[in-house]
C-alpha cells in the first residue's frame, strides 16, 4: 500500500507540474525541430455545449467541465454509469449491492435528484428521492453508453440555464448521430458491429449500426443488447446476492437538411433493462417484523421511452442570429416484484407467501426554445444566449402486496402495519416554466458572462382512495404549492496569455420541493410510526463559488487547478416532529445549512510525441452547518496518475494508478468508515485499420479489496453483510469493432 500510495503521488505530482516544466525545454532551433509549428490538442481543447449552452472549448469556460467522447468509452471499456466516472475527479456514482444497481451521479458531495441528467437536452425522468431506503432502492441508470457520442460533466449549481434540480450540477449525454458516420462527399451509407465483454459482472454485449443518406435526408439506428450476473466482490467471505439481467436499447435518428441553414432532427429511443435478483441477504429471522424469510427473489425492470423533434435555423431572422426549437416526450416505467416466504420467528418452515408490486411513473412533455443574438455594444463584443423553456409532468407510485397462506391457498391484501393498495405520494402534476438571458462580453483579455434565469415551479397533487389508504387519514392534507425563483450567475475568464489564464464563477442554485417531499403520507401502526404531508416546505437553494487557473502548451500538455466553495440551504430531509400517542410523527422540513469546500486539480504532460504522463488530484470537506457533523455523502480525497503511450497512432497502452484516502468523516460514530486503498489497472487498444480496432484491459490488477463510499452510507460497521458491498477483485475486459 504505501509502495503504491507513494507511485501515485510521484506520478500526479508530475502530471500537475510538468506541463509548467515543458516551457523549460530548449526551443526549436535548440532541439529536433518539429515538423510542424500548430499546437497538439490538448484536454482543455474538448468542446463543451451544456456549461454556456454555446460551443466552447474548455478552456473558455468559467468554471470546471468534464468531456468523455465515444473513444474515451471504448479505450477504457466503460459499460454503465460508475465506469464512466470512474477516473473523475470529484464526481462518483453509488451503487446497491443487494439489488437495486446503480443509483445517481453525486458531484462534489451533492447527487440523487439535486443532479440535472439530460440526454440531447431532453431531461431523463428522476425517481423519487424518498425510495432511497426502501428494498428496491434508488436508480436513475437508464442510458446505455454504447449510443452516447459524448458526456459533458458540469460541476457546480447551474440553475441559471437549467433551472430547479441543477442545485449540484449537470450531466449532459449527447447521442450517436448520422453525421459522425455520413461525412460529406463521401459514401451515403454505414454500417458498424461491436461485441464487449466485462468480467466486473461478466456481462456481454453486442451493438449494431446502420446510417444511410438519401438526398437531403440522412438517418440511424441503433440496436444494444446486454446480457450480465451480479458483480463478484474481491476477497468477500459472503457470496453476493445472484442475479441476471439484461439490457436492450434502440436508437434512431432521421435528420433533414432542406437547404444549407436549416435542420430538422427527429429522435426516437426505447431503453429497457430486466433484473432478477435472489435476495440471499434478506433470508433469517427479523424479530422487529415479527417474521422469518426463507426464500426471496426480486424482479425489478426499467423502461424509457423518448421522442423529440428539433428545428435549428442557423442564419438571422430579424436580430435572431440562430434559433433552436425543441419538442419532446420522456417516460419512465419501473416495475418492482418480490416474491418472499415467510413464517414464525424461530420457525421450521414458511407459513405463507407476500407478493409485493410496487410502480412508478413518470411522463414528461416539454419544449425548449433557444435564441443566439451576436451584437456589438458600446464597442464590446457581445454573444446573447437566451430562451424559454416549459414541461409538464405526471407521476405516479401504486403499491400493491398480498399474501397467500400456503396451506389454505388462500390470498388475501397484506397488512403488517400498511393498508394495500396504496400510494405513498398522491399522482402529481407538476408545470416548469422558465425563461433565461445570458451574456458574453468580451473587452480584451477579459471576459465577463453574467446570467440570470426566472423559473415557475407549480405541483397539483391528486389524491385517491389509494392515497389515503397509504396517509391513515392524517390530518394534515396534501397541498398544491407554487414557487417563482430568480437563480443569478456570473463567469470572470481572464487570458494572461495565449498559454495561461484564470477565472472565477458564482452560481446560485435551485430546487423546489418534489412531489415526493411535499405530500408524502405514510401510516404504519406496526412500526409506531408516520409520515405527514408538508406543503410549506421552501425550495432548496445554493450559492456556488469557484476559481481557477490554467495553463495549456503547444506540445498538448495542458494542467487546470481550481478551490470551490458551495453553500447550500433549507436541505430537505426527514425529522421527527411529534408524537400521536405511541406513533412517532415525522415529516420531511427544510434543514440548516451545509457546506462543502474543496480543490481538484488535473493535468497531462506529454514528454514525448507518444508519451504522456496524466493524473489527478481531488479533496472535498462537507459539513452540516447546525450540527457541525461531516456530510456523508461527499467522497474522501483521491488521486489518480496514469502513463499513456500512444492514442494519435494506431496503438495505446495505458497503465492506471489510482489510490484513495479512508471515508473517515461520517456523520455518525456507529457507520461504516471504508478504509484508504490503492488500485492499479491496464488497457491497450489497437486500431488495425478504418475499419476493425479492438481493446482489452485488466482492472484492479493487485485484486485489492475495497469499499466505494457512496455504497455503504449509513451502513453499520457491525453489519454483518458487509463484505457483499465491496467492489469487484481482479477482472478483464475486452470490446472489438468492426466496421464497413
Do not use: C
Not at 439506428?221 to 467471505?237: C, I, K, N
Not at 438571458?437 to 434565469?453: N, S
Not at 396517509?471 to 450567475?489: D, I, R
Amino acid at each position: 500500500m504505501k509502495t503504491g500510495s507513494y507511485l501515485v503521488f510521484l506520478l500526479a505530482t508530475t502530471a500537475i507540474a510538468a506541463p509548467a516544466l515543458a516551457q523549460t525545454q530548449p526551443a526549436p532551433s535548440q532541439a529536433q525541430a518539429p515538423t510542424q509549428t500548430q499546437a497538439a490538442p490538448t484536454q482543455l481543447d474538448a468542446v463543451t455545449t451544456a456549461a454556456t449552452r454555446t460551443k466552447r472549448p474548455i478552456d473558455e469556460v468559467p468554471g470546471t467541465v468534464s468531456i468523455i467522447t465515444s473513444d474515451d468509452i471504448d479505450r477504457d471499456n466503460m459499460t454503465n454509469m460508475r465506469d464512466l466516472v470512474r477516473d473523475e475527479p470529484g464526481v462518483s456514482v453509488g451503487n446497491q449491492a443487494t439489488r437495486g444497481g446503480f443509483t445517481n451521479y453525486v458531484i462534489r458531495g451533492i447527487g440523487g435528484n439535486r443532479v440535472v441528467i439530460l440526454s440531447d437536452g431532453v431531461r431523463v425522468p428522476d425517481f423519487p428521492g424518498s425510495n432511497g431506503g426502501s428494498p428496491t432502492g434508488y436508480t436513475r441508470d437508464v442510458v446505455d453508453l454504447d449510443s452516447v457520442k459524448q458526456v459533458e460533466i458540469v460541476r457546480g449549481p447551474a440553475s441559471a440555464l437549467y433551472g430547479s434540480d441543477a442545485l449540484g450540477g449537470v450531466v449532459a449525454y449527447t447521442t450517436k448521430d448520422p453525421g459522425d458516420y455520413l461525412k460529406p462527399g463521401g459514401r451515403d451509407y454505414f454500417a458498424s458491429l461491436k461485441a464487449g465483454y466485462s468480467g466486473a459482472d461478466r456481462s456481454f454485449a453486442e451493438s449494431g449500426t446502420i446510417a444511410g443518406r438519401a438526398g437531403k435526408v440522412e438517418f440511424m439506428g441503433l440496436y444494444t443488447r446486454r446480457d450480465g450476473h451480479e458483480m463478484t466482490p474481491a476477497q468477500s467471505s459472503l457470496g453476493p446476492n445472484p442475479q441476471n439481467w439484461y439490457e436492450n436499447n434502440f436508437l434512431a435518428k432521421a435528420v433533414f437538411r432542406p437547404n444549407d441553414v436549416d435542420t430538422i432532427r427527429v429522435i426516437g429511443e426505447y431503453y429497457d433493462k430486466m433484473t432478477t435478483t435472489q435476495v440471499l441477504s434478506d433470508f433469517g429471522d427479523f424479530p422487529s417484523l415479527f417474521t422469518k424469510v426463507y426464500d426471496e427473489w426480486a424482479w425489478d425492470r426499467a423502461q424509457r421511452y423518448r421522442i423529440s423533434a428539433q428545428w435549428v435555423h442557423d442564419a438571422p431572422i430579424g436580430f435572431v442570429d440562430r434559433l433552436d426549437l425543441m419538442t419532446y416526450f420522456s417516460s419512465s416505467n419501473r416495475i418492482e416484484n418480490t416474491y418472499q416466504l415467510r413464517g414464525a420467528v424461530g420457525g421450521a418452515i414458511p407459513t405463507n407467501r407476500r407478493d409485493s408490486a410496487f410502480q412508478f411513473n413518470q411522463n414528461i412533455w416539454g419544449a425548449e426554445l433557444q435564441l443566439n443574438t451576436d451584437a456589438k455594444l458600446f464597442d464590446l463584443v457581445n454573444n446573447f444566449t437566451y430562451g424559454l423553456s416549459f414541461s409538464y409532468t405526471t407521476t405516479t407510485r401504486p403499491r400493491l402486496r398480498v399474501a397467500t397462506t400456503l396451506a389454505s391457498g388462500v390470498t388475501t391484501l397484506a397488512s403488517g402495519g400498511e393498508n394495500f393498495p396504496n400510494k405513498n405520494f398522491p399522482d402529481t402534476n407538476t408545470i416548469q416554466a422558465g425563461a433565461y438571458v445570458q451574456d458574453e462580453v468580451k473587452a480584451g483579455k477579459l471576459t465577463v458572462t453574467p446570467a440570470v434565469r426566472l423559473d415557475y415551479y407549480g405541483l397539483s397533487p391528486n389524491p385517491d382512495a389509494d392515497f389515503w389508504r397509504s396517509s391513515g387519514a392524517v390530518s394534515v392534507l396534501p397541498q398544491a404549492s407554487n414557487y417563482l425563483s430568480v437563480s443569478p450567475k456570473l463567469g470572470l475568464l481572464y487570458r494572461f496569455t495565449d498559454e495561461y489564464s484564470s477565472f472565477f464563477q458564482y452560481a446560485r442554485g435551485f430546487r423546489a420541493p418534489p412531489y415526493d417531499n411535499a405530500n408524502f403520507a405514510f401510516n404504519n401502526t406496526a412500526s409506531f410510526y408516520q409520515i405527514l404531508p408538508n406543503g410549506n416546505l421552501k425550495p432548496e437553494t445554493s450559492d456556488g463559488f469557484e476559481i481557477g487557473t490554467r495553463g495549456k502548451y503547444k506540445s498538448g500538455s495542458s494542467w487546470q487547478i481550481s478551490a470551490f466553495y458551495n453553500l447550500y440551504n433549507n436541505f430537505i430531509d426527514t425529522t421527527v416532529v411529534g408524537m400521536a400517542g405511541p406513533i412517532t410523527q415525522f415529516q420531511y422540513v427544510n434543514l440548516g445549512a451545509v457546506r462543502i469546500w474543496g480543490f481538484e486539480a488535473r493535468g497531462e504532460y506529454r514528454f514525448l510525441p507518444q508519451w504522456a504522463v496524466l493524473g489527478y488530484f481531488a479533496y472535498a470537506n462537507g459539513t452540516d452547518q447546525a450540527t457541525g457533523l461531516p456530510i456523508d455523502s461527499v467522497d474522501p480525497w483521491k488521486a489518480q496518475a496514469r502513463l499513456r503511450y500512444g492514442y494519435e497512432t494506431g496503438l495505446g497502452v495505458q497503465l492506471i494508478n489510482t489510490v484513495v484516502g479512508a471515508h473517515d468523516q461520517v456523520s455518525q460514530p456507529t457507520y461504516f468508515k471504508t478504509p484508504a486503498y490503492y488500485t492499479l489497472d491496464a488497457t491497450v487498444g489497437y486500431t488495425v485499420n478504418e475499419h476493425a480496432k479492438f481493446n482489452v484491459g485488466v482492472w484492479n490488477i493487485t485484486d485489492a479489496k475495497y469499499w466505494n463510499s457512496q455504497d455503504v452510507i449509513g451502513v453499520a460497521t457491525t453489519n454483518v453483510t458487509l463484505d457483499r458491498y465491496a467492489q469487484p477483485g481482479r477482472y478483464f475486459g475486452a470490446n472489438l469493432t468492426l466496421k464497413w
